[in-house]
């Protein structure tokens, strides 16, 4: 069984900075490709960052510019650097790892991200 645990949320204020952390145990974090999703009370869930196992990247576009997705293979850890933040930006934000072929798709537990003044 494959766990993912986040960590890094907070409360920050517009224009600060926060950086997720994304856990993995087991062994198949480095064939996974590795996203970050969002996702408000009363709305679907949100595709916000995508790094493949190769290191290819890919963005929302709301984000591009002010967030960084990048992952540490040998450390099981995919991160979310998150920089000029915006009160938009408030949710809760999940890592999930995915591949497939075979296929799978683990979810962390989600972690708190409020941005207000």
């Known amino acids: 069984q494959v766990q993912l645990v986040e960590s890094g949320g907070g409360l920050v204020q517009p224009g600060g900075s926060l950086r997720l952390s994304c856990v993995a145990s087991g062994s198949i974090f480095s064939i996974s490709t590795m996203r970050w999703y969002r996702q408000v009370p009363g709305k679907q869930r949100e595709l916000v960052a995508t790094?493949?196992?190769?290191?290819?990247?890919n963005y929302e576009d709301s984000v591009k510019g002010r967030f960084t997705i990048s992952r540490d293979n040998a450390k099981n850890t995919a991160y979310l650097q998150m920089n000029s933040l915006k009160p938009e930006d408030t949710a809760v934000y999940y890592c999930n790892a995915r591949r497939q072929n075979p296929y799978y798709s683990y979810w962390g537990q989600g972690t708190q991200v409020t941005v207000s003044s």
């Open positions: 790094i493949l196992s190769g290191g290819t990247t």
